[in-house]
């Protein structure tokens, strides 16, 4: 009997590393969404629109889905509140190098 696989669209605006972070802690598979039919020139196979496919997370329960939706919601949200601290920083590190 084969398993049933759950999926988890992630959005597009959550950073890959938080999203892989989460794979390896919960055990999922990543894939990406698979395009719409018009993404691509079927003649020269380059896109005919602007698409980037979403990342999605399968795993064999739903429960192990919704606690890695949990996480990558709170790292997304810590990461948010510490971006412009993390900006400052690395503009002070690049300013330091420019004044050598």
């Known amino acids: 009997m084969e398993e049933k696989k759950y999926e988890l669209p992630i959005p597009r605006a959550i950073?890959?590393?938080?999203?892989?972070?989460?794979a390896e802690k919960f055990g999922l598979e990543v894939d990406q969404e698979k395009p719409?039919?018009?993404?691509?020139d079927p003649r020269?196979?380059?896109p005919t629109k602007d698409y980037v496919p979403r990342i999605i997370l399968?795993?064999?329960s739903p429960e192990t889905l919704l606690a890695a939706k949990e996480y990558i919601q709170?790292?997304?949200?810590?990461?948010?509140a510490n971006?412009?601290?993390?900006?400052?920083?690395?503009?002070?590190?690049?300013?330091?190098?420019?004044?050598?």
């Open 15 to 22: 950073t890959t590393g938080i999203i892989f972070e989460a």
């Open 44 to 46: 020269t196979d380059l």
């Open 36 to 40: 719409p039919e018009d993404a691509f």
């Open 83 to 100: 971006l412009e601290e993390r900006r400052k920083g690395r503009m002070e590190q690049i300013l330091r190098k420019f004044q050598k």
């Open 58 to 60: 399968r795993g064999d």
């Open 74 to 80: 709170k790292k997304h949200e810590e990461w948010i």
